[in-house]
């Protein structure tokens, strides 16, 4: 049998029947004999500032694209990524189902006078469950039996008895000893101090606008549908709220609106039967709502494989044959809901629960904003709310949250971040950036990376950071390179990696490019803080001079290139000597990394080695061992300076680095200095083997003289030591 699909205006009295609800005919005089008429509206309007923006922000987001079943939960979980989608969604779905239960137990307010009778001829105060248990049950067979098509049918009845109980009460006239004073009547705005304890009992009232969302999979043409439903429902609400402030403002006392919560009854005309009939009409159409919305919300969380055991999810998915009811999810709701009617005071979990509709209401006006912000081409929504709109119906939310109840606010967040982490443990697989979030990021790094570039910061020596280019063919072989571009990049750094293929750019290399590139991110998906891309080129030669010219991943200009190779296999560092000169050119700080087969134990430290002519190089290793040694990796480990010069020199040279270390602030002890007098027929070599062959890291400078005279000698004969980072300073950095 072919689903039933609905229009427009199951949509809108949904919304309308939960926003008019009990609040309205049960605690709303209470509002405006306490706060003033001037107090209520602002109630009312503060309380729109959340309900509004997020109508129009849903309704934009249903005109974007397909809204499935599920309503507010699909929407967010397809823009924050199924994970947090389902933290939310879980969330929301526990608000809707206990909302069941708590438009039940309004419900049974309606019966006032039967347990008054009861009282009055018995002598014995009947419990409020001998209405509600009964009411719940008749409501959830009705509702298993005949489902959402029977719920909506019910909806245009209800709906036409709040409406007549609301006419009946605006053309009503109150009896004299109702009427307030001339006195009263001035008192505009009171009780100022109570603002945000009766906002938080009339809040409630103005929730449920985007009830009729939770329909969208029954629906012919969400796109449509939603917006128009869910838009007018709640200004209608707005609207209707106020004049019925204005109403009881003009028409009875404080001491009567505070003290009798049917004044509406004493003011509506045949108000005694029809108010309490209205009152039963708008919580039983609200449970309706309610029970219609919460099981399509539980089934999508199911559809999604939300719930840690499949079986579970496959159960909670399932639909009748014959009209397409989430029957199983359907009967969880009514049996949850069921549970709360029995303990019947749910006015402390009320209160969480008006949290977690808040925490959903937020999220849908962050995900409006955060496809304006991101602006993505595929974001084109036919109905167009504003982003300052969307900003502050999300930020209001959080702001209404503390000031609710700031306890109830963290003990919401503290369970959301706890239910996130439990849905991660198990749905380990579904994480990712989300779309909405890639797009805004990559909005806020273009505006970072142009502010940047116009800036001064980056060319002021002081602030020197490193942005680094790591070329290589080699990894898959070896990731020494790589790691050493991670530690590098990990605090202090900006890193770009660059994975070389050699040949012409073709479909077929291109292609090599990708699944090349893909295979390289799944190799380093954890603890990677480094831009990793592929490069197809002819030469080595060739992939420099492109690599060299492009722009800095973090905003500034690349300013150093590691160049890698296999230490007890030296043949590419003819090819890296053969193009010092082109990145020297580029006036980039150039290392040299002599990749080591032996283990690379980082408790024994970073050693560095400076000598006399070393004056260009020696601030730059220093900085680059501080960085290396904010790693992790590297948190037990510690530095060391070796200086090799003339026995004349000696003091010098030790005043002049215990000064640098002390003054640059750096993790070196001055014990950790050591000045080492060249003998006469003692190479620097020999030195550095002697004193390093035990060290994780030892990093030595070189001059380009040097490279240009020596060539691949000058990195020969450190056969003891193991990695070495030979380093050239195009020019001298500061150390403050």
């Known amino acids: 049998m072919e689903k039933v699909k609905f229009g427009t205006s199951p949509v809108f009295f949904t919304a309308i029947s939960t926003i008019l609800g009990a609040i309205l005919f049960l605690r709303f005089g209470y509002a405006v004999g306490?706060?003033?008429?001037?107090?209520?509206?602002?109630?009312?309007?503060?309380?729109?500032?959340?309900?509004?923006?997020?109508?129009?922000?849903?309704?934009?987001?249903?005109?974007?694209?397909?809204?499935?079943?599920?309503?507010?939960?699909?929407?967010?979980?397809?823009?924050?990524?199924?994970?947090?989608g389902a933290t939310i969604g879980i969330a929301l779905y526990l608000s809707q189902a206990i909302s069941?239960?708590?438009?039940?137990?309004?419900?049974?307010?309606?019966?006032?006078?039967?347990?008054?009778?009861?009282?009055?001829?018995?002598?014995?105060?009947?419990?409020?469950?001998?209405?509600?248990?009964?009411?719940?049950?008749?409501?959830?067979?009705?509702?298993?039996?005949?489902?959402?098509?029977?719920?909506?049918?019910?909806?245009?009845?209800?709906?036409?008895?709040?409406?007549?109980?609301?006419?009946?009460?605006?053309?009503?006239?109150?009896?004299?000893?109702?009427?307030?004073?001339?006195?009263?009547?001035?008192?505009?705005?009171?009780?100022?101090?109570?603002?945000?304890?009766?906002?938080?009992?009339?809040f409630p009232a103005f929730t449920g606008m985007t009830a009729g969302v939770g329909l969208s999979g029954d629906l012919k043409n969400p796109s449509k549908s939603i917006p128009m439903g869910t838009t007018t429902a709640t200004i209608a609400g707005m609207v209707v709220y106020i004049f019925i402030a204005y109403k009881l403002y003009l028409n009875a006392s404080a001491e009567n609106l505070v003290n009798n919560q049917f004044i509406m009854s004493e003011i509506a005309v045949w108000g005694h039967v029809l108010i309490p009939i209205g009152l039963a009409a708008s919580t039983i159409s609200s449970a309706i709502g309610s029970i219609m919305v919460a099981p399509r919300t539980l089934q999508a969380l199911a559809n999604d494989g939300s719930f840690p055991i499949d079986p579970m999810n496959k159960w909670l998915k399932k639909e009748r044959s014959k009209d397409k009811e989430p029957f199983n999810s359907l009967l969880v709701t009514c049996v949850f809901a069921l549970f709360f009617v029995m303990i019947g005071d749910v006015n402390a979990v009320a209160e969480i629960i008006s949290m977690f509709f808040m925490v959903a209401y937020g999220s849908l006006c962050l995900i409006s904003f955060l496809n304006h912000f991101g602006a993505s081409p595929s974001y084109r929504p036919s109905f167009k709310s504003k982003w300052y709109l969307s900003l502050a119906g999300f930020l209001t939310s959080v702001w209404v949250m503390t000031k609710i109840n700031f306890t109830y606010a963290i003990i919401s967040f503290v369970l959301m971040i706890a239910l996130y982490i439990y849905i991660n443990s198990y749905n380990n697989d579904r994480k990712g950036l989300a779309s909405i979030f890639a797009n805004a990021i990559f909005q806020i790094n273009r505006n970072l990376q142009i502010f940047l570039q116009k800036g001064s910061n980056a060319k002021n020596l002081a602030d020197w950071r490193p942005s680094v280019i790591c070329i290589s063919k080699n990894s898959f072989l070896r990731d020494n390179a790589y790691k050493m571009l991670n530690w590098i990049s990990y605090k202090y750094g900006f890193g770009m990696y660059l994975h070389r293929i050699e040949g012409y750019f073709s479909k077929a290399t291109s292609k090599q490019a990708h699944l090349e590139l893909k295979k390289l991110l799944n190799n380093y998906d954890t603890d990677n803080y480094v831009y990793i891309d592929t490069i197809v080129s002819p030469s080595y030669t060739t992939a420099i001079a492109q690599a060299i010219q492009f722009p800095g991943i973090s905003g500034m200009d690349n300013n150093m290139v590691i160049f890698e190779y296999d230490k007890e296999n030296p043949e590419e560092l003819t090819d890296i000597i053969d193009n010092f000169n082109l990145v020297n050119a580029g006036k980039f700080d150039i290392c040299i990394l002599a990749s080591s087969r032996k283990p690379l134990l980082f408790k024994n430290g970073i050693h560095i080695w400076i000598k006399t002519i070393d004056q260009e190089n020696a601030n730059l290793m220093i900085l680059l061992s501080f960085i290396i040694l904010g790693h992790p990796d590297w948190s037990n480990s510690n530095i060391k300076?070796?200086?090799?010069?003339?026995?004349?020199?000696?003091?010098?040279?030790?005043?002049?680095?215990?000064?640098?270390?002390?003054?640059?602030?750096?993790?070196?002890?001055?014990?950790?200095?050591?000045?080492?007098?060249?003998?006469?027929?003692?190479?620097?070599?020999?030195?550095?083997?002697?004193?390093?062959?035990?060290?994780?890291?030892?990093?030595?400078?070189?001059?380009?003289?040097?490279?240009?005279?020596?060539?691949?000698?000058?990195?020969?004969?450190?056969?003891?030591?193991?990695?070495?980072?030979?380093?050239?300073?195009?020019?001298?950095?500061?150390?403050?």
């Open 34 to 84: 306490t706060m003033g008429i001037v107090g209520v509206i602002g109630i009312i309007l503060l309380g729109h500032l959340v309900t509004i923006p997020t109508a129009l922000a849903i309704s934009e987001i249903a005109t974007n694209k397909r809204v499935e079943g599920g309503g507010e939960y699909f929407i967010i979980s397809r823009s924050f990524g199924l994970n947090v």
């Open 641 to 736: 300076i070796f200086s090799i010069c003339s026995p004349e020199d000696e003091q010098e040279i030790k005043d002049s680095l215990n000064e640098l270390v002390l003054d640059g602030r750096l993790p070196i002890t001055t014990q950790n200095i050591e000045i080492l007098v060249q003998e006469e027929g003692v190479t620097s070599k020999s030195l550095i083997n002697l004193y390093s062959s035990s060290a994780a890291l030892t990093l030595i400078g070189f001059m380009e003289e040097s490279i240009k005279h020596d060539k691949e000698n000058l990195f020969s004969g450190y056969d003891e030591l193991g990695t070495i980072l030979f380093i050239n300073s195009h020019n001298s950095k500061v150390i403050e």
């Open 100 to 202: 069941v239960a708590f438009y039940i137990i309004a419900f049974t307010e309606s019966f006032d006078f039967f347990f008054r009778w009861f009282a009055e001829n018995y002598g014995y105060e009947l419990p409020r469950q001998a209405v509600s248990i009964p009411a719940m049950i008749i409501l959830s067979l009705v509702i298993l039996k005949q489902g959402a098509n029977l719920g909506i049918k019910a909806l245009y009845v209800v709906v036409a008895i709040l409406a007549i109980s609301l006419i009946m009460f605006f053309i009503g006239n109150p009896g004299d000893t109702l009427l307030p004073s001339p006195n009263e009547m001035s008192g505009y705005f009171t009780n100022k101090e109570s603002f945000f304890v009766v906002f938080a009992i009339v």
